[in-house]
Nanobody, 124 residues
Framework: VQLQAYGGGLVQAGDSLSLSCAAS????????VGWFRQAPGKEREFVAA????????YYGDSVKGRFTISRDKAKNTVNLQMNSLKPEDTAVYYC??????????????????WGQGTLVTVSS
């Protein structure tokens, strides 16, 4: 499964931005899809996931209430709507697909496929 994340850019604090994750040749409907981010000098951080087992969504504590993950089955994409962006949201954002169990949905090592990442920069 080849994933491509896109939609990043430079925005100001308080702005919104939407990222998308697209898959070529395979449907994302068979996978849990997660968004992760990595800022310079920091470990990869779980942002959000849409679980294939129960179709529920999960969020990292730092983005709860501001970010929303959703699937567009017709377009075979998984989107991340980011609102009320903060400078600390600045990072390279990656989408990933896999079949982690729910209790470990935030662990990046359990995702098989990764996109190339898209940079989000939030200025203060």
């Amino acid at each position: 499964v080849q994933l491509q994340a896109y939609g990043g850019g430079l925005v100001q604090a308080g702005d919104s931005l939407s990222l998308s994750c697209a898959a070529s040749e395979h449907t994302l409907n068979s996978y849990t899809v997660g968004w992760f981010r990595q800022a310079p000098g920091k470990e990869r951080e779980f942002v959000a996931a849409s679980a294939v087992q129960n179709m529920r969504t999960y969020y990292g504590d730092s983005v709860k209430g501001r970010f929303t993950i959703s699937r567009d089955k017709a377009k075979n994409t998984v989107n991340l709507q980011m609102n009320s962006l903060k400078p600390e949201d600045t990072a390279v954002y990656y989408c990933a697909a896999g079949r982690p169990i729910i209790s470990e949905i935030s662990r990046p090592l359990l995702y098989y496929y990764w996109g190339q990442g898209t940079l989000v920069t939030v200025s203060s």
